[in-house]
Structure formats: C-alpha cells, structure tokens
C-alpha cells in the first residue's frame, strides 16, 4: 500500500471550475464538518485517477463498529483518505450521576462504563475513592483484588482476540472460541459475586464477600488445565497464519511518539515499543510483589498490537498464580473502613488503574458531603480513538475495520 | 512455509469439531428451554421481600424504614408507610413498589436493609407485554416467604436465620432486663415518690420502652438498632 501517495489529501485544483464550491470532503457529521447538501455520496474530482470519492459512513449500527460507533470515512478507490469519528450516541449522563449519587452508589455504575471488564472499571473507582478518603485495604483483600482484576484482563483480552479475527472476517470460528472460554470464567465469577457482567463486587477498603478457597482452587486449575490449552491452541491457529499476517503486519501503524502525545495507553501503546504499564509505573496496590514482564511491541502495527493481546495473557495467569500462593489470610474487609455514609474530607484525588485498555482514572473533588463534588473519568477507549485517523489514512477500508478492532473499544466508556 | 499455518487451522478446527462429539468438557451449550442452566447460590437478578409465617402482609419483615429506598442507586423503589386511624406511621408498608424496568440488580438495597427484609431473587424470565406497570412490582408480587429464600440461597438463609433468632434472644434478654428495671424503679417510687425521674431517664437509655410513663412505648427508629 503506498501510504504516501494517498495519505495526503488529493489535490483539488480542477474542483474549483466545479459548478457548487463545495469543500473536497464534505463529512456530513455535524460537530466535525460542514453538512452536505444531499447527504447522500459526495463527488469531487481527484486529479491522479479521475476517480471519484466516495464518502461512506460507517454505523452507528454495525458490528465492525464495535457498538453505536459511526465513522465517517472519505474514499479514494478502496483507501481512506480522510476519517472521523463520531461519538456521542450512547451518551448515559455517567459524569453528571455521579455527582447526584452517593459514594458507593456509583460503584455499580462504574460497572456499565467498560462492560467487558467491569471488575478493573470497579478498582479504578474504588482505588479512587480509597485515596480520597485515606483507606489502606486489607492485605488479603490487596491480593484478591489483584487476582480478580487480572482475571478481568484475561477476559477481556480474550474477547479483544475473538472480536479481532471476527473483524478480520474468520466468520466465526476463533470468535467461539474465545467465548467459550471468557463463558467459563464468567461462570466462575457469576459463582463469587453473583452476576455475570455487572459484578459491582469492590468496596472501599475491601471485597463484597471473600473468595473460598475451593473458589480459588477451581480458578487455578481452570487457568492451567483448559485455559493455557486455549492459549496454545489460539496460537497454534493464528499466530503463524499467512492470512492473519498478510492482513494485519504492516498496517495501522501507530509511531511512538504520536501514540505518546496523543495520550494512547495500554497494549496499544506498548506494541509501539514504549514501555509504560501503571503496574509497573505507579506500582499502586500491590504489583511490585510479583515478577511480571511487560511485552512490548515493535512495529506498532495491527499485529503486534494482537500479540500484545496474547502475551499480556499468559503474564496474566502467571500473575494470578503468584499472588494465589502468597495469598495471606485474615480479614478481607476492614472494620473500620465502612463503604455507606462516606464522606470523605474536602479534597481532590485521582486514581488510577492499568485496565485491560489502558489507563483508567477517576478524577473525584470531595467537599465533605456525601456525594462527590466533581466526578470526572479518564477512559482508555475515548482517548485512544482519538487518533483513529492517523492509524487509518492510506489504508484500505477493510483495514480500517480490523485497526479499530485493535484499538479495543467499548463504547460504554467513550460515551460516558 | 506457505499454507502450513492454514493447515495447521483445518486441523484445530476439526480437532475441536470431532471432539465436542466424544468430550463433554468441549459442550458448553444447553438446549435451553428444555434444559436449564443450574443457578449458583449467590446469582442474583431482582429483589424480592420476605416474610416469616403464612402471611404475606403481615408476616413482612420489612418496617418501612425507607433506608433501602434512600441507597439505591437508580432509585427505583417507592415505599409508603401504613398509617393507623389514627394517622400514627406504622412500622409496615402500605405501599412497596420496585420498578424492574429500572433496577441494575446491584444488591445494595439487600446490603443496606438492617432487617434482612430484602434480599435478591434469581427469576430471569420476566417477559411482559408493556415495558412499564407490568414491571412496577407491588408488594404482594415481592413477598415471598422465607422457606422460598432457602431454596434457592440455602447457605444465606440459613446464616441469616441463625442471626435474626441470636438478634430476637437478645431483644428478649433486654426486655427482660427492663421489665425487672421498670419493677425496681416502680417499687422505688412507691416508697419515695420524689425520687423516680433520675432513675428513670437512666432505665430509659437502655430499654427500648420509656420506663414510668403511662404513654405507649415508642417504636425503635432503625437508626438505634
Ligand atoms: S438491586 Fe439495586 S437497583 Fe435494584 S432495587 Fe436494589 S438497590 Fe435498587
Ligand atoms: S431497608 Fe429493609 S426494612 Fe427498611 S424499608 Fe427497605 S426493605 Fe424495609
């Protein structure tokens, strides 16, 4: 793909001689462009091929949006040459309840921000919370947090993979795959908390209930016996497939340094090789007790950025497994923390958390009420759409399906 | 090599579709209406209201403290006290809806409640023809008796029955307690007439019913308990 050619924008020099001044690429998307008339397909003319372009909007009801995403991309033949994405179509008010709710009553909010991965979106909040208000949480309860949301990374990675290769247009097959797998671990969590997704299982300063140990011991011997063959077997599938490779190295490529001013986080930013974790960074709870790598990419195209992905797993269960064996007893909830009635001291805090997406910060203002004065998330999915363009100019339309696929969105956390 | 890793796919998939014939560790669907899912313990869908003894009414649990209706999130429950003709607030709902269409089935109200009067069901098959009253649950479509409590959550049930009866002995201990105060406090006043408000006001703060007054003993506000 001869990404310099296309990646500019085709000159418009003939187009002025065109009857209506129209702008050269007309995105009908109110926020970010001026509308078109017709609202229909947009011609203008392109100088190098004589072609014609053709504005397509993807969504916001499709399922290579991911949710009720839409993207508006101008294409010259089958490349995109201009992209923008549109959010705002599941707007819930999440920032403004937050301010109306009491403490605890948004941790179950929490939960429906990123739902793949509610556990993580629980920490981040609750780890908030904790700093606002000065909470130190049980050491067992550190190590089952630690346990759960590792888990909750594992299962959103595996979607991520399956969701990946649906994009790609496997029809169906590592997709059911993948499921399979993330349906036997949410059977484990429906077990400890409850529910399936919206587990609302985090409270200040511990856990809702404690795990049994028979819980712990079904979870280890799940993630070594069918899980690490999910693994192998997932690899054996992909990792080496020509189809896989063809479609995925070399495109989207995401520079570091771009990625780094645009605030990109998570997998996504290390599979452009800048090594920046939270765990490791920030060390917040208790991750510098165990020994981790963080992958880290190279390229920082599509490929890695699934690799990422599959690696990520694996370090994943060795985490778990450690902090399985460390595991102390006690109390996993502190008597003298108490999660209803907090109100916390006036005071600013945020926290923030390493998700299975990237950094997932809560920004919360108390002024000694029981509600919090300001209320504020930083989700890893809105910021790293962010330069979904960069990633998809000069590639072809197919490819921008699977790069969105790789960015790892959900939109319950764009928007909030 | 070229198409090795193709190969190498076909043989995965067909591994996985041969197998799911002779594994049942490979099955992980169930032909759903004739075949259920098995609900954990602990699975939870909406709340219901629990009563002890035959009664559906009388036998709630519930007081209408309204602490529940105050933490919930959405809030999507509406309680109404019941009134005596006299208009004195009893310690009953008149009314007690839940809004399904609305609950997140969070569990806070279940965590909140002080009387374990409230607890979550696991009913997943709730299907209605209209989106709004038929999901506005009303009191008697929430209460269900405590022997239903222990079928699908025996483990809880149990731990809370234990707990509400330690809870009724010592109530009965403190009645006592202050039955025997309110005898002593009597006999005093019978014998030196001046002397029974400083005894009083001091059998008072530990018995839930003021001691000498002839008024009728005030209820116990859930903030004390
Ligand atoms: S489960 Fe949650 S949302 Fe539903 S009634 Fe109870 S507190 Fe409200
Ligand atoms: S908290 Fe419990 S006792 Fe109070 S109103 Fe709610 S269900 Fe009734």
């Known amino acids: 793909m001869n990404n310099a050619s296309t990646s500019s924008a085709p000159t418009t ?41 053709l504005e397509i909007s993807l969504g916001p009801h499709h399922p290579s949006t991911h949710g009720v995403f839409r993207m508006n991309a101008a294409l010259d033949g089958e490349i995109v040459t201009k992209l923008k994405p549109v959010f705002g179509y599941l707007h819930r008010n999440h920032e403004k309840l937050g301010e109306t709710n009491s ?41 089952l947090r630690v346990i759960l949301g590792e888990l909750g990374r594992i299962i959103n990675h595996v979607c991520l993979v399956g969701f990946l290769l649906n994009d790609l247009g496997t029809s169906f097959t590592p997709l059911l795959y993948s499921l399979r797998e993330r349906e036997r671990m949410l059977d484990l969590l429906e077990e400890l908390t409850g529910a399936r997704m919206m587990y609302n299982f ?8 404690d795990v049994s140990a028979d819980w712990l011991a079904r979870l280890k011997h799940y993630l070594e016996g069918l899980f690490a063959r999910y693994l192998d077997e997932q690899d054996a599938l992909l990792t080496g497939n020509e189809i896989l490779l063809a479609r995925t190295q070399g495109t989207g490529i995401l520079k570091p340094d771009l ?41 920082g195209d599509t490929y890695d950025r699934f690799m990422m992905r599959m690696l990520e797993m694996r370090e994943s269960v060795k985490i778990i497994l450690q902090a399985m064996r460390d595991l102390p007893d006690g109390p996993v909830n502190d008597p003298k923390a108490k999660s209803r009635g907090l109100r916390p001291k006036a005071g600013e805090a945020y926290g923030r958390i390493e998700c299975p997406k990237g950094e997932l910060g809560f920004y919360l203002i108390s002024d000694g009420t029981p509600n919090p004065y300001r209320y504020r998330v930083r989700p890893p999915s809105f910021i790293n759409l962010t330069i979904l363009e960069d990633l998809c100019l000069g590639q072809t339309l197919a490819d921008t399906i699977i790069i969105l696929g790789s960015i790892d969105i959900v939109l319950g956390e764009v928007d909030r | 090599m070229l198409g090795l890793g193709i190969l190498k796919g076909f043989y995965i998939t067909a591994k996985n579709l041969v197998g799911s014939y002779f594994t049942t560790e490979r099955l992980t669907t169930l032909e759903y209406p004739e075949v259920r899912a098995k609900l954990p313990p602990a699975s939870r869908s909406f709340p219901f209201l629990v009563y002890d003894g035959d009664n559906p009414v009388d036998g709630l649990r519930c007081v209408a403290c309204r602490i529940c209706e105050k933490e919930c999130p959405p809030q999507c429950i509406y309680i109404v006290p019941e009134r005596d003709e006299k208009g004195k607030v009893m310690k009953k709902p008149r009314i007690f809806d839940i809004d399904y269409s609305v609950c997140m089935g969070c569990q806070i109200c279940v965590e909140a409640c002080p009387f374990d ?17 038929p999901l506005l649950m009303h009191r008697e479509q929430l209460s269900k008796p405590n022997t239903y409590f222990h079928e699908i959550n025996p483990v809880d049930a149990i731990e809370v029955d234990t707990r509400l009866a330690e809870e009724k002995r010592k109530a009965e201990e403190r009645a006592k307690a202050a039955a025997a105060a309110k005898a002593v406090a009597a006999a005093k006043a019978a014998a030196a007439t001046p002397a029974a408000p400083a005894d009083a006001a001091q059998t008072a703060k530990s018995a839930p019913a003021p001691a000498p007054a002839p008024t009728p003993a005030k209820p116990t506000t859930p903030e004390t308990k």
Not at chain 1, 109 to 114: G, K, V
Not at chain 1, 117 to 141: M, Q
Not at chain 1, 265 to 283: H, N
Request: a negative charge.
């Open chain 1, 13 to 53: 020099a003939n187009a002025t001689e065109a009857e209506a001044p129209v702008s050269p690429f007309p995105l009908h998307s109110s926020p970010f462009g001026p509308s078109s008339a017709s609202g229909a397909t947009v011609r203008a003319v392109n100088d190098e091929f004589h072609g014609d372009l």
């Open chain 1, 103 to 143: 403490y605890l009553a948004n941790v179950p909010y929490t939960d429906r921000l990123d739902y793949l991965a509610s556990l993580t979106n629980n920490w981040a909040y609750v780890h908030a919370v904790e700093k606002l208000a000065g909470i130190t949480p049980t050491e067992r309860c550190e190590y």
């Open chain 1, 202 to 209: 985090f409270r200040f300063g511990g856990l809702r209930t």
């Open chain 1, 259 to 299: 990625a780094i001013n645009a605030g990109f986080t998570g997998p996504g930013l290390r599979a452009s090789g800048v090594d920046y974790d939270i765990r490791k960074v920030d060390k917040y709870s208790i991750y510098d007790r165990f020994d981790f790598r963080v992958p880290l990419g190279e390229h």
């Open chain 2, 117 to 133: 009067s409230i607890k979550m069901d696991n009913i997943y098959e709730i299907a209605v023809r209209n989106r709004y009253e």
